[in-house]
């Protein structure tokens, strides 16, 4: 099972760093970049025309979610929030505009291409409130009780451990803190095995967990005030959905080894 993980995993790293080179390559274009392979249910379309001007080309190209994060977390001045997943660093770049300079965004990714492609379009839209950071969304490499808002777009249904990026999410939330995720979410009534005849990980599909189990594995890692709402069909019975929780203010402190 672990093997088999292992080979999930890589195959989702390859995909997504195949992405970014091509969009880096297409920068060098006369024409300029173009948006990687995804229909209309994935990618740059889900950001309205205005978001999308004010970024990078290469940071639109790059984009391969399906929603938009930064539109449902109500992020607001100074707060800390951190992108699990953040590509070429579309979501972590809207929000740093959103937490104005005395806010702070970390973009997380175990993509080594992605995260080349996300500094370069940071310095290309002169963000100074942003960090990117290497490591897998089941281990994130920041102390707890650090962020006030941790969002994602289509990332965590391609986690192979979900109880773990759940754990770590609640981890390094603030008490107070909450989550404002895009993520694709199954009918209770589907099997894995019919998730699967959906899509594959790297179509963002067959990882997708259930409402019902989407909803129990945040309430297990501590979350309260779960809401799961769909916003558009992703395949049949597969949906785009905004997720959201909070940590409570009288969450206990994590445990110290």
Do not use: W
Request: glycine share 10%; charged share 25%; proline share 6%.
């Amino acid at each position: 099972m672990r093997e088999q993980s292992t080979d999930l995993r890589e195959t989702v790293r390859r995909r997504y760093a195949a992405a970014a080179v091509q969009v880096t390559e297409g920068g060098t274009a006369c024409c300029g970049p173009e948006p990687v392979e995804v229909d209309e249910n994935f990618g740059s379309t889900v950001y309205t025309a205005a978001e999308r001007d004010t970024l990078p080309a290469e940071a639109v190209a790059a984009s391969l979610g399906c929603g938009n994060p930064t539109a449902v977390a109500e992020l607001r001045e100074g707060e800390c929030v951190l992108d699990l997943g953040s590509g070429g660093g579309i979501d972590v770049l809207l929000s740093a505009r959103r937490v104005g300079p005395t806010g702070k965004v970390y973009g997380l990714d175990m993509t080594e291409e992605m995260l080349a492609l996300a500094v370069a379009n940071t310095r290309k839209a002169g963000a100074e409130n942003v960090e990117f950071l290497k490591g897998a969304i089941e281990a994130i490499p920041l102390p707890a009780n650090t962020v006030d808002v941790v969002i994602s777009n289509c990332v965590i249904n391609l986690s192979v451990d979900k109880p773990a990026v759940f754990a770590e999410t609640f981890r390094v939330l603030r008490p107070g803190g909450r989550i404002g995720v895009s993520d694709v979410v199954a009918d209770d009534t589907l099997t894995g095995e019919q998730r699967a005849e959906r899509g594959d990980y790297v179509g963002c599909i067959a990882g997708a967990l259930s409402f019902a189990e989407y909803r129990a594995g945040l309430v297990a890692a501590g979350f309260t005030d779960v809401s799961i709402t769909p916003t558009h069909p992703v395949a049949d019975g597969m949906h785009s959905a905004v997720v959201r929780a909070v940590k409570p203010h009288d969450a206990p402190p994590p445990e110290t080894a």
